[in-house]
């Protein structure tokens, strides 16, 4: 009788630790899997913080030159942050962001040193012009924008 209890409880030991390891490891697949949804929450808030920098002009048809010139220094940034130029630009580039400004159907990329020479030309007359945000194109891929093109009014 003596070894029937001791085997007794050495199976509802084993049965306990059984059951204690079967709750670790459901407790560590439920939180590895809340860390990677809370993960996953966190990067498209991040993409979409950064994608409404330039969706905020979609649409819009008051845009001034100061308001093209703030889109492109976003895209500057961002393409500087990730060493990216114009030559880069098709070439698995997937975070190159390029602003276009139609100014009487002739297409010209937006560089900060050509922004600030035709500010000073001609400051008045670019002032007054109101430009409208024609496009914001947005990566099926990566889900960020890649491309936006602002037209004169």
Known sequence: M???????IMAAG?????????LAAYLIATFG???????KENEQKILS???S???VYEGRSDLTIYDVITAANYAKENNDKYNLDTSSAGIDSTFYINVKLDSDNNFETLSLDKQNEKLEENQASVTKNTYKCSQVKISSKTGRVYQVIFKKN
């Open 2 to 8: 003596e070894n029937a209890s001791k085997a007794l």
């Open 33 to 39: 899997s809340s860390a990677a949804d809370i993960q």
């Open 49 to 51: 913080e950064f994608n």
């Open 14 to 22: 084993v049965l306990m630790a059984v059951l204690i390891l079967s």
């Open 53 to 55: 920098k330039f969706t």
